[in-house]
């Protein structure tokens, strides 16, 4: 199986600045394209961030030049390093990894969640 270990939410204050982490660990080759998710109270679930497994990342207009994804390859680690945050930005993160399985293929596994709020 493969486990996905969420950390880094919290409470902030609005202008702040927090960084979720996200590990995969278990029964994998190797990990192919790592995300993040968000869904705040009443809302569907949405991106917020993607990179590949050659670094290539893309992002929600919402967040665009305030948060920054990255991974660590060697760790199976992704990150979502936000920074003037806003209340709006209030919601339970979520990544998402897809990683290679043999005799599976290529499959999507979710974290836990982590709850960030961001107080006015």
């Known amino acids: 199986q493969v486990q996905l270990l969420e950390s880094g939410g919290g409470l902030v204050q609005a202008g702040g600045s927090l960084r979720l982490s996200c590990a995969a660990s278990?029964?994998?080759?190797?990990?192919?394209?790592m995300s993040w998710y968000r869904q705040a109270p009443g809302k569907q679930r949405e991106l917020v961030a993607v990179?590949?497994?050659?670094?290539?990342?893309n992002y929600a207009d919402s967040v665009k030049g305030r948060f920054t994804i990255s991974r660590d390859n060697a760790k199976n680690t992704v990150y979502l390093q936000m920074t003037s945050l806003k209340p709006e930005d209030t919601a339970v993160y979520f990544c998402?990894?897809?990683?290679?399985?043999?005799?599976?293929?290529?499959?999507?596994?979710w974290g836990q969640g982590t709850q960030v709020t961001v107080s006015s």
């Open positions: 278990g029964s994998f080759f190797r990990t192919n394209t």
């Open positions: 990179i590949t497994s050659g670094g290539s990342t």
């Open positions: 998402k990894c897809n990683v290679y399985r043999y005799g599976s293929g290529y499959v999507d596994y």
